[in-house]
């Protein structure tokens, strides 16, 4: 059964970093751009890094642009966001989404909470 599962959530101070992985089983990560959203409390869904299939597109929203790093490892089957500098606006659930290069579903992880607070 295709599915994506995030890890790495947690509290954190502001100024401080977390790494979030998301994995992927049941189809290979190499056929699908590799994206990140988040959800605060309150707000829409918004997309914050995605990274292209091989890895040689990013993009990143303005709001994190300079501060996340997304990273993918086609090899395992997984792709990362390194996050540093949180602030407590970065507070929300983090969902991994996988999406086709060419055909075929899409698939959404169920989240993992990150929380900025002092």
């Known amino acids: 059964q295709e599915r994506v599962v995030e890890s790495g959530g947690g509290k954190v101070q502001p100024g401080g970093s977390l790494k979030l992985s998301c994995a992927a089983s049941g189809f290979l990560t190499r056929g699908y751009h590799m994206s990140w959203y988040r959800q605060a409390e309150g707000k829409q869904r918004e997309m914050i890094a995605s990274i292209s299939h091989l890895g040689g597109n990013i993009f990143y929203a303005d709001s994190v642009k300079n501060r996340f790093t997304i990273e993918r490892d086609n090899d395992k089957n997984e792709a990362y966001l390194q996050m540093t500098g949180l602030k407590l606006e970065d507070s929300a659930v983090y969902y991994c989404?996988?999406?086709?290069?060419?055909?075929?579903?899409?698939?959404w992880g169920k989240g993992t909470l990150v929380t900025v607070s002092p």
């Open positions: 989404h996988a999406s086709p290069a060419f055909q075929g579903l899409d698939y």
